[in-house]
């Protein structure tokens, strides 16, 4: 799956000479955490809902409403954004764009086609992908066991649960607690827990969960 397939689109953006109270109530209206900031059609760089109330003055300040609205308006985007923004392209893989935001501690990447944002792709997006892979909203029997790192012990189970007429609503493979094993979690109707619990003792090292 390409990030291009999930990003959101169209994007929302703003400019470096944008008050930042004029971002902030932007933010809280469009329910956005992160916007690119372009200069004519040129992307200069990234602001978060962080950025934004980190800016904006403590409560406990002796300053007036009205001295408050002045310096904040004196305030724009271009003194608070982040100049150097990562980015991917529309073609890039999903599981390397969340390497890129966990390795990089960010919430979002702007999804560029040549020199133009033509998306962002955030946590969010990438929550309700790992929603789907898990089959979080469809009922079935969910399996999570610890099986060996051995060249056809996916097969084995997979078949097994099959031939009983099960069906797979998800399939993950996971690190396991060393080298040698890696954990499975699954989710599979049309077969009873019971049945599954039975099939897999022959090929798992242990059953770690499971439920219905």
């Known amino acids: 799956m390409l990030v291009g397939k999930r990003m959101s689109h169209p994007v929302i953006w703003i400019t470096p000479d944008m008050p930042v109270h004029e971002a902030l109530n932007l933010f809280k209206r469009e329910h956005i955490r992160r916007a690119p900031v372009l200069k004519g059609e040129k992307m200069v760089g990234i602001v978060s809902d962080r950025d934004l109330i980190n800016t904006s003055p403590s409560p406990v300040t002796s300053l007036s409403v009205w001295e408050l609205n002045y310096l904040l308006s004196k305030i724009t985007i271009s003194d608070v954004m982040t100049r150097k923004v990562l980015t991917v392209k529309e073609d890039t893989p999903l599981e390397e764009a969340a390497r890129i935001m966990a390795d990089n501690k960010i919430g979002g990447l702007p999804v560029m086609r040549d020199d133009h944002v033509v998306g962002i792709i955030t946590e969010t997006d990438l929550f309700k992908i790992f929603l789907e892979l898990l089959g979080a909203r469809e009922r079935g029997v969910r399996v999570t066991v610890l099986i060996s790192d051995v060249k056809g012990t996916l097969a084995k189970i997979t078949k097994s649960v099959a031939d009983l007429g099960g069906n797979f609503i998800s399939f993950g493979l996971f690190t396991g607690e060393d080298p040698t094993n ?31």
Do not use: C, H, M, N
Request: charged residues 30%; positive net charge; glycine residues 4%.
């Open 182 to 212: 890696r954990t499975l979690t699954f989710k599979a109707s049309g077969i009873p827990k019971s049945e599954i619990e039975k099939i897999l003792s022959s090929f798992v090292l242990s059953i770690i969960d499971i439920r219905e």
